[in-house]
């Protein structure tokens, strides 16, 4: 961390403590995800020219037409996929900043998350190998089928929005899992899908905006 992140790391403490109390006002209830977004710095996956606003509640650029989403979502999606328990093998597509991938390697075991875009990926990389965030597993490649070789997952998060849900995705779902989802194009809306013995229960939750998840690497 070189000198200026850390000068602004100081003020961070205090400004993410007010995240925190933000968070509880605006329903968010787990205090291990609360706990998990106050230990991670959100200003360091920002481009420095906007850090003073990384504690704000609102989504910001990240390059390559990108957002990271707001702390409220990444917090409600975190709260849902734990269902209040500790999650094993979880998985992430849409790496984006690499921030929701750092809040998840709080309160699960172990993280895999698949960026399409090789910048995004490389900065991700470096930056949560930087943050000594070891149980993240970081992967360049298209996530829209999810990721074969580390199915099946007890928790599933995609950061970004499919006009309908994969087959295939499902399927990478372990039983007893949860995948919390924005399913839509320009409605959307925040799923979340259980797997049981038996099949599949699908629940909307609240509307929601995020980027499109698009097919390909680039
Ligand atoms: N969780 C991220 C949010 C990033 S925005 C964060 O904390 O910053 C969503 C990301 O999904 C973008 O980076 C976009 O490139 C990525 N994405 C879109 N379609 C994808 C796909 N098919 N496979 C993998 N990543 C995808």
Same mark, same amino acid.
Request: charge should be positive; include cysteine; aromatic fraction near 6%.
């Given at each position: 961390? !070189? ?17 925190? $109390? +933000? ?16 230990? @991670? ?11 003073? +606003? ?19 979502? @990444? ?7 734990? !269902?209040?328990?500790?999650?094993? +093998? ?44 070891? !149980?993240? !597993? ?41 995948? @919390? ?20 229960? $699908? ?7 995020? @980027? ?7």
């Amino acid at each position: 961390m !070189n000198s200026l992140h850390a000068g602004i790391g100081m003020t961070s403490a205090r400004t993410r403590g007010r995240m925190i $109390e +933000r968070l509880r006002t605006q329903g968010i209830q787990d205090e291990v995800v609360l706990a998990a977004m106050s230990s @991670v710095p959100r200003h360091v996956f920002i481009d420095e020219a906007l850090s003073s +606003r990384a504690y704000d509640d609102v989504s910001l650029p990240i390059g390559h037409g990108q957002t990271i989403s707001q702390p409220y979502i @990444v917090a409600r999606m975190t709260e849902i996929l734990r !269902n209040g328990k500790q999650l094993g +093998r979880v998985l992430e597509v849409g790496t984006g900043c690499g921030y929701q991938a750092a809040v998840l390697a709080q309160v699960a075991k172990e993280v895999y998350s698949v960026e399409r875009i090789q910048p995004l990926y490389l900065r991700a990389k470096k930056q949560l190998f930087d943050l000594k965030l070891r !149980n993240v !597993n970081v992967r360049y490649a298209d996530g829209t089928s999810g990721l074969s070789d580390g199915a099946p997952f007890e928790g599933i998060i995609m950061a970004c929005a499919a006009p309908a849900l994969s087959d295939a995705l499902k399927e990478q779902l372990a039983v007893g899992g949860r995948m @919390v989802l924005p399913i839509g194009t320009q409605e959307q809306y925040l799923y979340l899908i259980e797997r049981t013995e038996a099949g599949f229960r $699908e629940t909307r939750l609240d509307a929601v905006k995020f @980027v499109p998840l698009l097919s390909g690497k680039t």
